[in-house]
């Protein structure tokens, strides 16, 4: 396992630099996908390919699952399987050229083992899993208090708080506070370092699957929003939380309207 982390964190570090260079020409190409603030750019792409070329390289036998370039489908989760989300925020990529993440998982016979997650501009890595532990860079983390929701900030996606989907603005108005940051990565590393106690948004696999690992890690808990397993295949409403903030967060999904 030392070596693929190993390998693991080469690749992130030279995939970074990738993008800095990138930043630094200022010509990139930006598309959309499912809307005008569903953004791709010709770097996510890029990122992506090089990732994937690494990964074939290392275990031609894995499986990949990515956001970009068609390969954000996989019908068979045996064997080992690498998760990516090449840029997480990419609007904020865009717009801001900051806070935003590289995402890499592993799971081995559909177990997740170990997740990574960059904040590529502040030059911040989260890595582990149940196995070894989890990191911010090498520094080893233990698991944050298992504060009520009352006690800590809930990192949410805008959509669910301005929609009231299942009772969001009433877990707000419960909790110390909101925070968005328009990237899963960024919140899941609130979450881990127990700057926050809670995240509640709609995701898709690479947005969930590194940050998810080091939550149970950690011994916090996450779901789909309704208590179930996630099924890394399109998106759906994610929630992770201290143990606390969790029942507390599912009792109010319980009670909503919508
Ligand atoms: C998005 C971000 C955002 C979340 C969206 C994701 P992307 O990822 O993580 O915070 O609310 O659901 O799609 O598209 O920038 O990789
Ligand atoms: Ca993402
Ligand atoms: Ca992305």
Known sequence: MQIMINEIKNWIKEASELIKKEIAKNDMTVDTKEGRRDLVTNVDKQVQDFLIEQMNTFDPEAKILGEENGRDHLEDFSGRVFVIDPIDGTLNFVLEQENFCIMIAVYEEGQGKLGFIYNVME?????????????????????????????????????????????????????????????AGLELIDLIKGNHNAYVSTLAPWDYAAGSIMVEALGMKFSNINGSSLKFDGREHFIAATPTAYEEMMDLVAQAKN
Do not use: H
């Not at 990191?135 to 959509?159: H, R, Y």
């Not at 299942?166 to 707000?172: D, E, G, I, K, V």
């Open 123 to 183: 030059d911040l890595l989260l890595w582990g899993g149940k196995e070894i532990g989890v990191f911010i860079n090498e520094e080893s983390l233990t698991t944050p208090p298992d504060l009520a929701l009352k006690d800590g900030l809930v990192g949410m996606n805008s959509g669910m708080y301005r929609k009231n989907s299942y009772n969001a603005q009433l877990m707000a108005e419960r909790s110390m506070g909101v925070r968005m940051s328009g990237c």
